[in-house]
């Protein structure tokens, strides 16, 4: 079993800033590859970024590259994603996820299913 728990969400200004972490216990953190995901009322969880076991890795949704940035660190079994230039469309509950072993394939990153843990989420609002 992985416990995860995140934090950092909060209400901010459009243009702001964020960082949410992701506290991981239970199983050995750098086994697993990572992902942030994100969900707003009455849609479907999308995915937001991932990263790899070791951190050189990474990958992110067009909506938000360049201004999220995913990151690890292992000895804290703790993942993170700094969320700059906030926009109100970034509003919703985040949610990390862990995945046993590699990242999936490009196509399956932002398949819900292949991630085995799952945090309770935080939410991120974001005013106009």
């Known amino acids: 079993q992985m416990q995860l728990i995140e934090s950092g969400g909060g209400l901010v200004q459009a243009g702001g800033s964020l960082r949410l972490s992701c506290a991981a216990s239970?199983?050995?953190?750098?086994?697993?590859?990572m992902g942030w995901f994100r969900q707003a009322p009455g849609k479907e969880r999308d995915f937001v970024a991932a990263i790899n076991w070791s951190g050189g890795t990474t990958r992110y949704a067009d909506s938000v590259r360049g201004r999220f940035t995913i990151s690890r660190d292992n000895a804290e079994k703790t993942l993170y994603l700094q969320m700059y230039s906030l926009k109100p469309e970034d509003t919703a509950v985040y949610f990390c996820?862990?995945?046993?072993?590699?990242?999936?394939?490009?196509?399956?990153?932002?398949?819900?299913?292949?991630?085995?843990?799952w945090g309770q989420g935080t939410q991120v609002t974001v005013s106009s």
């Open positions: 239970g199983r050995t953190f750098s086994s697993y590859a």
């Open positions: 996820a862990a995945r046993a072993g590699a990242l999936p394939e490009s196509r399956r990153l932002g398949v819900p299913s292949e991630y085995n843990y």
